[in-house]
C-alpha cells in the first residue's frame, strides 16, 4: 500500500450522463468513486474485485474488516446477491428503493468479495433511493459496496464538499448529486431469524418497520443484554474450525499454511497445503484474499492452521485483527 507515486486530485463529476459513465469506467478498473444515496454519500467500489474492497478499507483507514453493505439497482439484482425469505420480501417490497438495510443469508452463487461480507455467510443489501445512485448503479451494471464515505470515526459526509474535505487524493472521483435528503444512515435489519432483528436505527423508522411486518422488530439488546452495542460487531467475528496460530516461523508437520509475502517458515515441505496472502507482500491484495482463503484451507479439514507473520502497518492491522480472532480459544 505504501506508495511513492504522489496523490492525484480526486475529480469532481458532475452528476450527468458523461459524469456517470466516467465514474462506471473507474469503478470497472477497481478504482474508488464517492456517489450520493438519499441518506449520505458512499464511497463505493465494485463488491466482486476483492481489491477494490480492499482499497475502500485502506481509504477509510477502518482499524477493523466491518461487513460492507452491498448496493444494487434492483430487486433482480438483490435476488442475485441474498436469499430473501417471506418477511424480507415484505420488507424489501415496502420500503425499496429506499434508506433500509436488510442482511439476509448470502446467494449460493454470490458474486460479491468475502471480504465485503467479512467473512460471514450473511450479507447487507440495499437498493438506494437517488437517482444518481441508480443510474450509476444501471451503467456500472455490478453491486457496489459502499460505507459512508468518511474516514473511520469521522462524521458521515452529505455533501461531495464533505467527500472532498476528507477524501481528496485518496479516491478517484466523486460524483457530484447535491446535499443528500435523509442526512443520516440507511437503518440495519437482519432477516436471519424467524423474528427480524434491529441492527442500526436509521432513516427508516422502526415504527414503520413493525407496522408493514405485523410484529415487534427484535433488538440485539433485547435478546442478549451482554451483545456489543456497536451494530455488525455481533456477528462479525469469522473463525475457522480448525486452530489457527499467528506469527509462525517453524511449522509442525501436518498445519495447513498461510503465507505472506516472500518469506518462507522453517518446515514448510512437511504443510499439509500451502496458500499465499499474497506472493509480492501487497497488503491490499492479503486483504482481499484473506477470508477466501481460510475458508478454503479450513474447508481441507486441517489440524491446525499456521499463519505466517503479517506486518501491523496500514491493512496488516484490520489483517491481524481477524485473525487474532481466529486465534482466540474457543
Ligand atoms: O445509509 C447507508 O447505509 C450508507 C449509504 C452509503 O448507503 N452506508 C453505510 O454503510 O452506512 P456502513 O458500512 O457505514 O454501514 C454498514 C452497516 C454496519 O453497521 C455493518 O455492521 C452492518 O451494516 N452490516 C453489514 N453487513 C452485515 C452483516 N452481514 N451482518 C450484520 N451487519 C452487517
Ligand atoms: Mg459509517
Redesign the pocket.
Known sequence: MATSVPPVATECLAADAAGIARAASFLKAGRLVAFPTETVYGLGGDATQGAAVAAIYAAKGRPQFNPLISHVADFTAARKLGQFNALACRLADAFWPGPLTLVVPRAPDCPVSELASAGLDSIAIRIPAHPVALDLLRTVGCPLAA??ANPSGGV?PTTAAHVLGDLDGVIAAVIDGGATVVGL?STVVSCLEDRPRLLRPGGTSRRAIEEVLGMALDTPDEADSTAPHSPGQLASHYAPHASLRMNATTIVPGEAVLLFGRERPAGLERAAMVMNLSETGDLIEAAANLFSHLRRIDATRPGAIAVAPVPDHDLGEAINDRLRRAAAPR
Open positions: 460505507p459512508s458521515s444512515e
